[in-house]
T-cell receptor, first 114, second 122 residues
């Protein structure tokens, strides 16, 4: 069975500082991993995905994530936080094959301090 | 191109009543998914349609929930009778499909999410 753990329900950073949101996964099959973002009153939007190609994945809005099999991690980073990055972020893994439903982490609220 | 749409955006009903949620996926997307987020908890998978067939309904909580996708286009999720613990946000997502060589990179499996339906059961 697949599972996702996101450390920290809330992460606060200063504007311009590094953003690091942690995600660890457990999967019985080679995983496909995703980061989604949800802005207030909106649906989930895909930031980036790992699908067994490059281990360093670049996404939208300057975010990137690195797949580390040895650490079973897929942490999300952004070099310089912007006020518009304030949102809730979700890490997810496919339940099985590529088109299967997703198993989500509990989400992390990113708070940007001016 | 229109995204995934869901109706209604909000629904407030009393315990024991019936509610039907609707999801219109992106045109041409064969895969349709339902998820639910109960307050304070993670988003949980409910079920997955491929066209009109249920591919995986292992996440459906109980037999009070019935999902249909007649004709392989829009889908409905009916809760009958609703209970207090059914309150939450119900998300629908769709994806085009998969295009994968064995053990190779996956394409076209991105799930596009709708804005959700917030269900409150009183």
């Amino acid at each position: 069975a697949q599972s996702v753990t996101q450390l920290g329900s809330h992460v606060s950073v200063s504007e311009g500082a590094l953003v690091l949101l942690r995600c660890n996964y457990s999967s019985s099959v080679p995983p496909y991993l995703f980061w989604y973002v949800q802005y207030p009153n909106q649906g989930l939007q895909l930031l980036l995905k790992y699908t067994s190609a490059a281990t360093l994945v670049k996404g939208i809005n300057g975010f990137e994530a690195e797949f580390k099999k040895s650490e079973t991690s897929f942490h999300l980073t952004k070099p310089s936080a912007h006020m518009s990055d304030a949102a809730e972020y979700f890490c997810a893994v496919t339940r099985g094959g590529g088109a299967d439903g997703l198993t989500f982490g509990k989400g992390t609220h990113l708070i940007i301090q001016p | 191109e229109a995204g995934v749409t869901q109706f209604p955006s909000h629904s407030v009903i009393e315990k024991g009543q019936t509610v039907t949620l609707r999801c219109d996926p992106i045109s041409g997307h064969d895969n349709l998914y339902w998820y639910r987020r109960v307050m304070g908890k993670e988003i949980k998978f409910l079920l997955h349609f491929v066209k009109e067939s249920k591919q995986d309904e292992s996440g459906m909580p109980n037999n009070r929930f019935l999902a249909e996708r007649t004709g392989g286009t829009y889908s409905t999720l009916k809760v009958q009778p609703a209970e207090l613990e059914d309150s939450g946000v119900y998300f629908c997502a769709s994806s085009q499909g998969i295009n994968r060589k064995p053990h190779g990179p996956l394409t076209n499996n991105e799930q596009f999410f709708g804005p959700g339906t917030r269900l409150t059961v009183l």
